[in-house]
């Protein structure tokens, strides 16, 4: 024991993740910085190319709210997640309902789009979130106007009286749930994400009981995970969660700021998902999942990027276009023609990753302290 304790530290007892989460978030910095926003403008309103339910091409307005964020991330919160950011705790009824007219009338009512993202950093219908007569009028007014919605929830805020609600105001809505990981361990000590496969999997009921969409997004590439094991894992869970979904959105880790995932890139002890590691996983599960009943997405955040999935650098463009490629067509001929001497690189490290028993990888940002990276889970 003496020399396993050698090995594995000086004995003293592991920090849990929960109580590193906090820290950055009540700094006088980060409230004063939260604090400077104005609350009666959302964070940010943008169209892009989107495809409706049936796969017709159309129009998105996203509208992300400056809201009081998310009811988890009060108690704690999940570790990659920056979106407190763009929260502040004050925020009034009446700053929601200004917020929502500003994106009406940024947009001109909507004009032109078939299709509404309404995301407030935390779960859309959760009443400490947000006023329950502003979710009432946004489900309403956009049922009204012929949009289809968008909505973000976590699994354990889903109760069969809430879901009921809101698509008796917006029957046949998205209700898109983050469950990154269909891994229990992996939720709780690499995501901490305060929920559970099976409180997924009875959210999903809950929505498929209510004929509302099922939107899921993994996470490529959790904390404290190597990159092999990330493209073995997310291809593995990608199947797995694909016959509950109507549609399938991998986010490749991007480095949000002040959260555990950026202290541990700011060390040295975590590097983004390579590009190559998408393309690999959408050819892996591509091949299982065969019919095109479920639609897979992956936009790469900041792709190309330092803080986002990159390669070389040389390749990063053209890597990231053909993905984002394939999220409209489905097709795999979109990544037949990228080649780059960087691939080689990626594949070692991958291989390596997958025959020796070192947890946390060989990528070349593993170049934390050696104790630390021997004892992380
Ligand atoms: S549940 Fe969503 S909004 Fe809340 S901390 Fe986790 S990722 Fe962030
Ligand atoms: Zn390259």
Redesign the pocket.
């Known amino acids: 024991m003496a020399s396993a304790c050698g090995v594995l530290g000086d004995g003293s007892k592991p920090v849990k993740v929960h109580h590193l989460i906090k820290a950055p978030e009540n700094t006088p910095e980060s409230v004063s910085f939260r604090e400077s926003w104005d609350a009666s403008k959302p964070v940010t309103v943008y169209k892009t190319p989107e495809n409706l339910p049936d796969g017709t091409p159309c129009t998105a307005a996203t509208v992300i709210l400056r809201s009081k964020?998310?009811?988890?991330?009060w108690k704690?919160?999940?570790t990659?997640?920056?979106?407190?950011n763009d929260v502040r705790d004050d925020v009034s009824a009446e700053d929601m309902f200004s917020q929502w007219e500003f994106a009406k009338k940024n947009t001109n009512q909507f004009e032109d789009c078939g299709m509404v993202k309404v995301y407030t950093?935390?779960?859309f219908f959760e009443d400490r979130e947000n006023p329950p007569e502003w979710q009432d009028l946004v489900l309403r007014e956009t049922a009204q106007m012929g949009l289809h919605l968008v909505v973000?929830a976590?699994a354990q805020m889903c109760t069969p009286e809430k879901i009921s609600w809101v698509a008796e105001r917006h029957p046949g809505c998205t209700v898109a749930i983050?469950l990154?990981a269909y891994d229990d361990r992996v939720l709780r000590f690499h995501?901490?994400?305060?929920f559970t496969t099976k409180q997924w999997h009875s959210a999903v009921q809950m929505l498929r009981d209510n004929n509302l969409r099922v939107k899921t997004y993994l996470l490529f590439k959790p904390p404290f995970m190597s990159e092999g094991d990330a493209l073995v894992h997310t291809t593995s869970w990608l199947t797995k969660v694909a016959p509950y979904s109507d549609e399938v959105s991998v986010n490749p880790m991007n480095i949000q700021k002040n959260t555990i995932v950026d202290r541990l890139f700011r060390n040295k002890e975590y590097r983004p998902p390579w590009l190559w590691s998408l393309v690999e996983m959408i050819l892996r599960s591509h091949e299982h999942l065969g019919d095109d009943s479920c639609r897979i997405i992956v936009h790469p955040t900041a792709g190309g990027k330092i803080r986002g999935a990159h390669n070389c650098g040389e390749c990063d463009s053209e890597v990231v276009a053909a993905i984002e490629r394939y999220s409209v067509s489905g097709d795999t001929e979109e990544f037949s023609h990228l080649e780059c001497s960087c691939k080689s690189h990626w594949r070692a490290e991958i291989e390596n990753d997958n025959s020796f028993p070192m947890p946390l990888g060989f990528g070349t940002f593993r170049r934390g302290n050696p104790t630390d990276i021997v004892r992380a889970p």
């Not at 995501?191 to 305060?194: S, T």
């Open positions: 964020g998310c009811a988890w991330w704690s919160g999940c990659f997640c920056g979106y407190f950093s935390g779960t973000e976590q983050g990154e995501v901490n994400k305060g």
